[in-house]
Structure formats: structure tokens, C-alpha cells
């Protein structure tokens, strides 16, 4: 039996708290196979890092954590993120130029990005340009601006003065939340600035989002599912969610993740 280290499984439980919010102790044990002292020591470690609250036999997500920093989210559903990358690879041609907006999804994404010539990059993000960097890519301009955690996002008016010089070809996004209503979202108003200042400069949208975005309402909205051409994701949204994605004629791409629902393309109905 392979050996699960604490650090592999505070990460899963920080993973499992993040989709479902407040669960017991019983309810993690179970889900991790392991004893509910186990999980008692591994919230405590987590608690004594600011991640997480425990009252009541469980625990949740800490409010001052709810945007967990850039470090934790990007161990987070790392499958889904690796198969809505490749799927996303489909979209790019050579010579195309390509703004990607900062964000874990479509950091492992740049991760991916190889074997294609004469691209130019436009990112608010320094780890997506370092990973770009890494892949060969030299055509690669940074939007400047305020550095901002958790995220690790270039914001503010230098960002967005910089992303209207460029025109773009395809924009990946991703969004702390997607809603029928309420539209994409994230936790920060000026990283919604600079998501909307991308969008109005790329002609085609594409927004790489796994399944436990949906029906997140985040705190500012900035786009309509109207406004996006595609979305990327790895299950097959609800009934209301795909009816929405089908009447605004948004590209639906389920990708080849494990556990997926289905891993076959078609018709958001």
C-alpha cells in the first residue's frame, strides 16, 4: 500500500473542503480512508495555518482563506486542469497572438504550450510568462501594473492601459465562479478589471474552468456566459447551466479528466 505523507492529504482535504464547504469528521475520514483522529490532527494543521475553521466536528474553508493563495490553489484539481489544458491546445494555431489571464488553470496550461511557431503572448501573470519562457517562447509581453496576491495577478490602470495596445486573436480566462446569473466572477475588483480589459481586446474568448465553479457566485462579476465563445471544462454542467450555455451559443468543450461524466464534445443540451 503506498504511503500517503500528511502534506498529500491536507491538500485533498483542502480540495475536498473547497467544493463541498463545511463537512465533518466522519464525512473526510471516510472520503480519505483514513481514522477520524487523523483527520482531527491534519485540520489542526491546517488550522494553525490560517486554511481552515473547525467547530462543531467538522471544518471548512477559513473565510480570510476563501481565495486561497496561489501556492495552495494550484495543487487543486490537478487532473481536471492537465485535461482541460490539453483541450485547450486545440484552440491555438501558429501565428496567432494569445493573451492569457492569470490564474492556476491557465498557468498549467502555458505549462503545455510547445511545438507551435510564431506566437506572441500578452499575460497579466509572471508565472504563466515563466512557464512560456520555459517552452522555448520569446514573444511574451507582461502587462505591468500593481502585483497582487493571493493570485499573483498584474492589476490595476498600468495593466489595463497595456492590454488596450493589444489585439488578440483567442483569450483564455479563467473565474473563481460561473453562473447562469451572475456570469463569470472573481473574489477581486481590479483582477475583474483586467479579466474585462482582456476580453474586449480578444476575438475569441475561451475560458478554462473546472466543475467546481459552477454555481459559485464570487464577489464581481466580469462577463455574461453571452459573452465568451467557449468554455472548457470537465463534466458535463447541470441541466440550467447547459440550457444557458446552449441559448448563447457557447462552444461547450468537455475534456478527458478522470471521473469526468463524459469525456466525449457535443451540444450543450
Same mark, same amino acid.
Given at each position: 500500500?503506498?504511503?500517503?505523507?500528511?502534506?498529500?492529504?491536507?491538500?485533498?482535504?483542502?480540495?475536498?473542503?473547497?467544493?463541498?464547504?463545511?463537512?465533518?469528521?466522519?464525512?473526510?475520514?471516510?472520503?480519505?480512508?483514513?481514522?477520524?483522529?487523523?483527520?482531527?490532527?491534519?485540520?489542526?494543521?491546517?488550522?494553525?495555518?490560517?486554511?481552515?475553521?473547525?467547530?462543531?466536528?467538522?471544518?471548512?474553508?477559513?473565510?480570510?482563506?476563501?481565495?486561497?493563495?496561489?501556492?495552495?490553489?494550484?495543487?487543486?484539481?490537478?487532473?481536471?486542469?492537465?485535461?482541460?489544458?490539453?483541450?485547450?491546445?486545440?484552440?491555438?494555431?501558429?501565428?496567432?497572438?494569445?493573451?492569457?489571464?492569470?490564474?492556476?488553470?491557465?498557468?498549467?496550461?502555458?505549462?503545455?504550450?510547445?511545438?507551435?511557431?510564431?506566437?506572441?503572448?500578452?499575460?497579466?501573470?509572471?508565472?504563466?510568462?515563466?512557464?512560456?519562457?520555459?517552452?522555448?517562447?520569446?514573444?511574451?509581453?507582461?502587462?505591468?501594473?500593481?502585483? +497582487?496576491? /493571493?493570485?499573483? #495577478?498584474?492589476?490595476?490602470?498600468? !495593466? *489595463?492601459?497595456?492590454?488596450?495596445?493589444?489585439? $488578440? =486573436?483567442?483569450?483564455?480566462?479563467?473565474?473563481?465562479?460561473?453562473?447562469?446569473?451572475?456570469?463569470?466572477?472573481?473574489?477581486?475588483?481590479?483582477?475583474?478589471?483586467?479579466?474585462?480589459?482582456?476580453?474586449?481586446?480578444?476575438?475569441?474568448?475561451?475560458?478554462?474552468?473546472?466543475?467546481?465553479?459552477?454555481?459559485?457566485?464570487?464577489?464581481?462579476?466580469?462577463?455574461?456566459?453571452?459573452?465568451?465563445?467557449?468554455?472548457?471544462?470537465? +463534466?458535463? /454542467?447541470?441541466? #440550467?447551466?447547459?440550457?444557458?450555455? !446552449? *441559448?448563447?451559443?457557447?462552444?461547450?468543450?468537455? $475534456? =478527458?479528466?478522470?471521473?469526468?461524466?463524459?469525456?466525449?464534445?457535443?451540444?450543450?443540451?
Amino acid at each position: 500500500m503506498r504511503t500517503v505523507y500528511p502534506k498529500e492529504r491536507q491538500r485533498v482535504l483542502l480540495e475536498l473542503l473547497a467544493q463541498h464547504g463545511f463537512a465533518s469528521y466522519r464525512q473526510l475520514a471516510e472520503r480519505l480512508g483514513v481514522s477520524e483522529i487523523t483527520v482531527r490532527r491534519d485540520m489542526k494543521a491546517l488550522e494553525a495555518q490560517g486554511l481552515v475553521e473547525t467547530a462543531f466536528g467538522g471544518g471548512q474553508v477559513a473565510r480570510a482563506a476563501r481565495e486561497l493563495p496561489y501556492t495552495d490553489k494550484r495543487i487543486l484539481q490537478i487532473p481536471e486542469k492537465i485535461a482541460i489544458a490539453k483541450a485547450a491546445l486545440r484552440q491555438i494555431e501558429s501565428g496567432m497572438t494569445i493573451a492569457i489571464a492569470a490564474g492556476t488553470t491557465t498557468w498549467v496550461l502555458a505549462q503545455h504550450i510547445a511545438g507551435f511557431q510564431n506566437l506572441t503572448f500578452l499575460t497579466n501573470s509572471v508565472n504563466v510568462a515563466t512557464e512560456l519562457s520555459k517552452n522555448g517562447y520569446r514573444d511574451i509581453f507582461l502587462t505591468g501594473g500593481q502585483f +497582487r496576491t /493571493p493570485s499573483d #495577478a498584474l492589476v490595476g490602470p498600468v !495593466a *489595463e492601459h497595456m492590454i488596450r495596445q493589444f489585439r $488578440a =486573436d483567442i483569450l483564455f480566462v479563467g473565474a473563481s465562479g460561473l453562473h447562469v446569473d451572475h456570469g463569470l466572477s472573481t473574489p477581486n475588483v481590479l483582477e475583474a478589471a483586467v479579466n474585462r480589459a482582456m476580453m474586449e481586446r480578444a476575438a475569441r474568448v475561451v475560458v478554462l474552468a473546472d466543475h467546481t465553479k459552477w454555481g459559485v457566485e464570487s464577489l464581481m462579476s466580469f462577463a455574461k456566459l453571452s459573452e465568451i465563445d467557449a468554455l472548457i471544462t470537465d +463534466r458535463w /454542467p447541470g441541466e #440550467a447551466e447547459a440550457a444557458a450555455l !446552449a *441559448e448563447c451559443d457557447v462552444d461547450l468543450i468537455v $475534456a =478527458d479528466a478522470p471521473n469526468a461524466e463524459s469525456s466525449k464534445r457535443g451540444d450543450a443540451q
